[in-house]
């Protein structure tokens, strides 16, 4: 998992790296403290998250985003989630200083149990959700969302929810 993980943030920095000087572009860059239910509690698993998101159309008050999530979250004394989704997200009143949006994903889970006892193992994800964004001025916004995702494991239907709270960082024109 520490493999993977290192992985994540270098491909993160890559990302962040090529995509910077992109400033005629209209990309966002989000940083959030995730909270995951999966089993009983409403926050099993706790962490981060970092999503990129790139405006492939706009109208007057929409825009249409292709969107890349990379989360990690620690489920205390029962294993580590890497979570790798990507998707599209409308963004409505995106002018305006509270823009709401929908989104739907599809990825995998990693996940590495605690206990050397038990194999790690990678599940596909498939979801959506929505969430606001509140700006805060030109280049920043605070932002929560809501996501949904059906998990397969071992041919079984699992059901995660994912609660994210943070910052946007926006590249580009408006």
Known sequence: MK????????????????????????????????????????????????????????????????IGDLGWSRFPEIEDDLSIVGGVRER??????????????????LWSPTSSLYPNGTDFLIGGGGGVQIRLN??????????????????DWDTITRFTAGGVFKFGKK
């Open 3 to 66: 493999k993977t993980a290192a992985k994540f943030l270098g491909a993160a920095a890559i990302l962040l790296w090529v995509a910077a000087p992109a400033t005629a572009q209209n990309m966002e860059v989000g940083a959030t403290f995730n909270c995951l239910k999966w089993q009983s509690g409403f926050c099993d698993g706790k962490g981060f998250a970092i999503d990129f998101g790139q405006v492939v159309h706009k109208a007057p008050t929409t825009a249409l985003s292709i």
């Open 92 to 109: 409505f009143l995106r002018t305006s200083r509270i823009s709401p949006y929908a989104q739907a994903t599809a990825g995998a889970m």
């Open 138 to 155: 030109d280049k920043f916004d605070a932002k929560a969302e809501f996501n949904v995702w059906g998990s397969v494991n071992d041919g």
